[in-house]
């Protein structure tokens, strides 16, 4: 009985090590999931944002003010103000937006993040052209119509 005492306090911190690991990773990659679905929702978002959004352009370049109204859609979730991200540290300057020309008129609009370091509890991943999302381009084509 007396070789025994104690044996139940070992037994415990063995045991807590392994089930406090276990945790902290079942938080860390829920955390991480969360972090990385809003970011693909917020990137979903601007691209049917663009996709549907009248081009003011010709197929030399990508319109500033175009460009701009999408990378606000993707950082705050509106096209006039980009101030509120909907994740931390995310910025315009993290998202990349890509109009594509097929017999001279635009076919389809990429919206991606360039680069984003998620900050995770215990680890940060950083994100290098992902999530990226690629829709048709179905919006209205004001050639040389200019920004408005």
């Excluded at 045991?15 to 929702?41: C, D, H, K, P, R």
Aim: charged share 10%; net charge positive.
């Amino acid at each position: 009985m007396r070789r025994q005492r104690g044996s139940a306090l070992v037994e415990f911190a063995l045991g807590a090590v392994f089930l406090v690991g276990l945790f902290i990773g079942i938080f860390q990659f829920g955390y991480s999931f969360y972090l990385y679905n809003t970011l693909e929702s917020a990137v979903r978002g601007a691209a049917q944002y663009a996709a549907l959004e009248t081009y003011p352009g010709s197929t030399a370049s990508l319109p500033e003010c175009f460009a701009e109204r999408v990378r606000n859609v993707a950082v705050s979730g509106n096209p006039n103000d980009g101030s509120q991200p909907v994740l931390p540290g995310l910025t315009a300057a993290n998202v990349s937006v890509t109009m594509n020309f097929s017999n001279g008129a635009p076919s389809t609009v990429t919206v991606g993040i360039g680069s984003y370091v998620m900050n995770a509890v215990l680890h940060s991943y950083s994100l290098v052209n992902k999530p990226q999302v690629t829709m048709p381009y179905l919006g209205r084509w004001a050639k040389d119509g200019g920004c408005s």
